[in-house]
């Protein structure tokens, strides 16, 4: 793991990775009790793929115990199905492109 990842983050901020650099069980109940640390208080709601990494007995105990709903997307459907993507990252992308492009115009404008 690069160490610069780590700084300059905000505070609480923790930088985990396997040794292969995918997600494995204990990284995910590592996350999930991370979550749990900073997590406001009632029920939450997180939303996973069907990765094997995701599910174990552990995993589904320690939601339960913090009143954390967990919610598995079909497999392979992820890419078709994930709800950042298509609300929040989408019209941040959009907007992000047409800035963009209005940049490029206005710096090729003055190059001429």
Not at 31 to 37: C, D, I, M, N, Q
Not at 53 to 67: E, L
Not at 89 to 108: M, P, R
Request: aromatic share 8%.
């Amino acid at each position: 793991m690069n160490h610069d990842w780590s700084k300059n983050m905000p505070s609480g901020t923790v930088v985990l990775m396997s040794g292969k650099g995918s997600m494995t069980t204990v990284l995910f109940g590592s996350r999930l009790e991370h979550f749990v640390r900073y997590n406001v208080a009632g029920q939450a709601l997180v939303i996973l793929d069907g990765a094997s990494s995701h599910m174990d007995a552990n995993i589904v105990a320690t939601a339960d115990k913090h009143n954390i709903a967990l919610y598995c997307l079909p497999s392979n459907t992820t890419h078709e199905l994930q709800p950042l993507d298509h609300s929040v990252s989408k019209s941040f992308e959009n907007a992000w492109d047409d800035e963009v492009l209005k940049f490029c115009d206005i710096t090729n404008q003055n190059l001429h």
